[in-house]
């Protein structure tokens, strides 16, 4: 069964930077698609960003486009979100999900992470 391992998660102060990775088990196809979801504390789950995987194209929330950077390393099967000028709202659960493209805000579709936890704050 495909897992996805995160990484990459902690606490920083606002305008600080993290990059969070997620790591597929088995290869992922050009037609799937690997993003994040976040959930912060009494909110629901939103969507972040996703990469098409085959062509690269990139997706963002208009809440973190300009600050958030989604990218693919092919030959290690691993999505990358690097995330600059860090916000107190951006505090929240990262959760990577892979999918057939797109993805979308539902846990029964694809396969999903175990969440890591980013936190911002001073």
């Known amino acids: 069964q495909v897992q996805l391992a995160e990484s990459g998660g902690g606490l920083v102060q606002p305008g600080e930077s993290l990059t969070l990775s997620c790591s597929a088990s088995?290869?992922?196809?050009?037609?799937?698609?690997m993003g994040w979801f976040r959930q912060a504390p009494g909110k629901e789950r939103e969507f972040v960003a996703q990469?098409?995987?085959?062509?690269?194209?990139?997706y963002y929330a208009d809440s973190v486009k300009g600050r958030f950077i989604i990218s693919r390393d092919t030959a290690k099967n691993t999505a990358y979100l690097q995330m600059f000028n860090l916000r107190p709202e951006d505090t929240a659960v990262y959760y990577c999900?892979?999918?057939?493209?797109?993805?979308?805000?539902?846990?029964?579709?694809?396969?999903w992470g175990q969440g890591t936890q980013v936190t911002v704050s001073s």
């Open positions: 999900a892979r999918a057939p493209w797109p993805l979308e805000n539902d846990s029964r579709r694809g396969i």
């Open positions: 088995e290869r992922t196809y050009s037609s799937h698609a």
């Open positions: 990469i098409k995987w085959g062509v690269g194209m990139q």
